[in-house]
């Protein structure tokens, strides 16, 4: 009987303590001392023992009885302060309002979008062509040799499939000047489409194409100045009568545009292969304006590549190289996003580092 007596003790403490609200509470207060409560029951059976240890039984059992009142007693106390906390924290308007955290576009994200509307503006149209490209795309249709250092394992990234037997093997594209290739046999293929229109209006507009395309590259780089993963922006203009004053003219109006009236551009000779005449274009340091300091050390600032479309890459599309010029120029979005002005960023991997707190202050 002792025994039991310290058991439904035990058990009703634990119980008690596990009540994590009023209305459990009760139930476990009728559970034990209700009127076919656990302990009133046993209490009701100690007139059955024997005389002699009836009082010793009736005295623990009045023990048992006291502890679990009062421990109730206790946590309807304990029970009743934290609901009233709960509400009064509910009702208590002058508390302030928890922000949610608020999440902004990605940098990179940010400049596609302006370099985006900048060239809109000027009736470039965007085109995207794929990330994974056939070696014809990337390389053979612009000029390149077999032997190009470019398709060398360093620089470009191979993808272990079958190459196809007219496109070659298949790459993570390294440079957007694949969607140059890809637009002008886009444009091709639409006049071969259009032809018995044409003849039947006898309306002919020639070939005209004004480009952006903004993609992710690879290439087996990483330091400061290069990551794996990159973004360029490639422009492409075919027509008639496209010179090299047209494409100065647009790179002054991106660099002022972007950087801003104050800064200026220039076209140094270059070798590219799918353009000739072939320039690198080159920005003046927003810090020094052109005039040299710690930061750019000569006042100028390189932007990325330009030129006029080689007339084999128009061969290679099917476009008339007699009839028609055009050009193209091909930058990183990461490099002009480092170049602008009040955005000092060392080291462009930081840009991928998913370091939140570099990310949170653009
Ligand atoms: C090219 O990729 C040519 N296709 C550009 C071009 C297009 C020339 C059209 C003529 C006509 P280049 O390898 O220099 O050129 O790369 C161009 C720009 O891409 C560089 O100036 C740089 O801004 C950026 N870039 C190249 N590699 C990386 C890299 N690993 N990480 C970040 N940016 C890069």
């Given at each position: 009987m002792e025994e039991e007596l310290i058991n439904i003790k035990n058990t009703a403490l634990s119980f008690i303590l596990e009540a994590e609200d009023l209305k459990t509470l009760e139930e476990v207060k009728l559970q034990f001392l209700g009127r076919s409560?656990?302990?009133?029951?046993?209490?009701?059976?100690?007139?059955?023992?024997?005389?002699?240890?009836?009082?010793?039984?009736?005295?623990?059992?009045?023990?048992?009885?006291?502890?679990?009142?009062?421990?109730?007693?206790?946590?309807?106390?304990?029970?009743?302060?934290?609901?009233e906390k709960v509400l009064r924290q509910k009702i208590d308007v002058s508390n302030p309002g928890i922000k949610p955290p608020l999440g902004h576009l990605h940098l990179v994200t940010q400049a596609i979008e302006e370099i985006s509307s900048i060239f809109e503006k000027i009736g470039f149209i965007r085109a995207r062509y794929p990330e994974i490209e056939w070696d014809w795309y990337a390389f053979t249709a612009l000029n390149f040799p077999q032997n190009h250092p470019a398709r060398d394992d360093w620089e470009t990234f191979f993808i272990k499939e079958k190459p196809s037997p007219e496109k070659g093997q298949m790459v993570l594209t390294p440079h957007t000047s694949s969607g140059q290739v890809r637009e002008m046999e886009r444009t091709v293929a639409k006049r071969k489409e259009l032809a018995r229109?044409?003849?039947?209006?006898?309306?002919?507009?020639?070939?005209?194409?004004r480009m952006l395309n903004i993609a992710k590259c690879y290439r087996r780089?990483?330091?400061?100045?290069?990551?794996?993963?990159?973004?360029?922006?490639?422009?492409?203009?075919?027509?008639?009568?496209?010179?090299?004053?047209?494409?100065?003219?647009?790179?002054?109006?991106?660099?002022?545009?972007?950087?801003?009236?104050?800064?200026?551009?220039?076209?140094?000779?270059?070798?590219?292969?799918?353009?000739?005449?072939?320039?690198?274009?080159?920005?003046?340091?927003?810090v020094c304006l052109g005039k040299?300091?710690?930061l750019c050390k000569a006042g100028w600032l390189e932007l990325g590549g330009a030129g006029m479309v080689h007339p084999n890459v128009f061969k290679a599309t099917g476009i008339d190289p007699k009839k028609y010029t055009g050009f193209a120029f091909g930058w990183g979005v990461e490099r002009v996003l480092m170049m602008k002005d009040g955005i000092e960023i060392d080291d462009l991997r930081l840009l991928y580092s998913n370091k939140l707190e570099f990310l949170e202050q653009f």
């Open positions: 409560g656990k302990l009133t029951l046993k209490i009701k059976d100690i007139t059955k023992i024997s005389a002699e240890k009836r009082k010793e039984v009736g005295m623990l059992a009045n023990e048992v009885k006291n502890t679990i009142e009062d421990a109730i007693k206790q946590r309807e106390v304990n029970l009743k302060h934290k609901t229109e044409r003849s039947a209006t006898g309306v002919d507009d020639g070939i005209s194409i780089q990483s330091d400061v100045s290069h990551t794996p993963m990159f973004h360029q922006f490639e422009g492409l203009v075919v027509g008639e009568n496209i010179s090299i004053v047209n494409l100065k003219g647009t790179l002054d109006y991106f660099v002022k545009s972007y950087f801003g009236e104050k800064r200026k551009s220039r076209i140094r000779p270059y070798h590219f292969q799918f353009t000739e005449p072939s320039f690198e274009v080159d920005v003046t340091c927003g040299g300091c710690k």
